[in-house]
């Protein structure tokens, strides 16, 4: 896979909201969201190189150019030992396009991130002020057998606790690694173009951020 960004934060457009607000809670979860209602918490917005809106009870994020990395935020409370979910909806023409969950976000920007392709293939990976690193597959993207390729939509989930980072799809555990760099932090979803210019059309719902172990 050819992703080109080493340091790929650097070139974002950071959709950010600021509101302490979130959907109403349900069960023992620490925020959820079915993207429904009047409830417009994440962080929205259109320019020339991408959009993050609320479209059919979802939040669509399209980008217009290659090699771009868009995120959003529900709020900038803290989270810190939880388990995060979401199901995307992979509209995406380009296969090379990614799309996941972000956790431990600080204020700086830098966070961990869990990211998927529709070509079957995924990462976690840190980013810092200096660097951008992939701690899975020797900082390399992986394949895997167990996430389906060409699939409409994907469950996404992500433990980010006691120093271990954990990526599921469809419920499968798919890889894990150990890093300490962020204990805590704000949580997100993103985007990230390939090749393609106008390539990736991805659609989240059923967002759910829970305790890690609940």
């Keep these: 896979?050819?992703?080109?960004?080493?340091?790929?934060?650097?070139?974002?457009?950071?959709?950010?909201?600021?509101?302490?607000?979130?959907?109403?809670?349900?069960?023992?979860?620490?925020?959820?969201?079915?993207?429904?209602?009047?409830?417009?918490?994440?962080?929205?917005?259109?320019?020339?190189?991408?959009?993050?809106?609320?479209?059919?009870?979802?939040?669509?994020?399209?980008?217009?150019?290659?090699?771009?990395?868009?995120?959003?935020?529900?709020?900038?409370?803290?989270?810190?030992?939880?388990?995060?979910?979401?199901?995307?909806?992979?509209?995406?023409?380009?296969?090379?396009?990614?799309?996941?969950?972000?956790?431990?976000?600080?204020?700086?920007?830098?966070?961990?991130y869990f990211a998927v392709t529709g070509a079957g293939e995924y990462a976690i990976g840190r980013y810092t002020l200096t660097d951008d690193v992939l701690l899975t597959n020797g900082g390399q993207w992986g394949d895997s057998d167990l996430i389906t390729s060409g699939a409409s939509s994907y469950r996404i989930g992500a433990d980010c606790a006691n120093g271990t980072l954990t990526l599921y799809v469809d419920g499968q555990k798919i890889d894990s690694v150990n890093d300490t760099t962020y204990t805590s932090g704000n949580v997100g979803l993103f985007a990230w173009s390939g090749e393609e210019v106008n390539g990736t059309d991805v659609s989240f719902d059923d967002f759910v951020v829970t305790k890690f172990g609940e």
Aim: aromatic fraction near 12%.
């Design 1 to 112: 896979m050819n992703h080109k960004l080493p340091k790929v934060f650097l070139a974002v457009a950071a959709l950010f909201l600021s509101s302490l607000a979130c959907s109403a809670l349900g069960g023992s979860a620490l925020l959820e969201d079915d993207f429904s209602g009047s409830d417009s918490t994440w962080g929205t917005g259109t320019d020339s190189d991408s959009s993050v809106e609320y479209v059919n009870d979802a939040l669509k994020f399209f980008v217009s150019r290659d090699y771009y990395f868009v995120w959003s935020t529900p709020n900038d409370e803290d989270y810190e030992n939880i388990h995060v979910e979401v199901t995307a909806k992979n509209d995406s023409s380009d296969s090379t396009g990614a799309f996941g969950i972000i956790c431990n976000m600080q204020i700086t920007d830098t966070s961990y």
